[in-house]
């Protein structure tokens, strides 16, 4: 059985670990603007921000579809974005 040692793999932190980590970070970011109590139309649209960002990473690096072309990673991608759209559009109205 060959075992690899962490010396010979190409990468110190393997890059779903730095993706994880970002996760958690921008987790942490909303949850402390929402304990915070800051409000207002610009505040929001960073938290939903947040939001898509971390679907875009899960899709990209913990689904598999970074390398994947075509029609396989359309679905997150328009899933994201009309959701997102729609609750932009929901608060540029109301504001």
């Known amino acids: 059985m060959n075992k690899t040692r962490l010396a010979d793999q190409p990468y110190l932190i393997r890059p779903c670990t730095i993706v994880y980590i970002l996760l958690i970070t921008l987790t942490i970011l909303s949850w402390l603007i929402g304990k915070?109590?800051?409000?207002?139309?610009h505040?929001?649209?960073l938290v939903l921000l947040f939001a898509l960002l971390k679907g875009l990473l899960i899709g990209d690096y913990f689904m598999g579809l970074r390398s994947?072309?075509?029609l396989w990673r359309w679905p997150i991608i328009v899933w994201?974005?009309?959701p997102g759209s729609l609750i932009t559009w929901a608060f540029?109205?109301?504001a």
């Open 80 to 82: 994201l974005f009309v």
């Open 36 to 41: 915070s109590g800051i409000s207002g139309l």
């Open 92 to 94: 540029f109205i109301t």
């Open 68 to 70: 994947v072309r075509g």
């Open 43 to 45: 505040v929001a649209m």
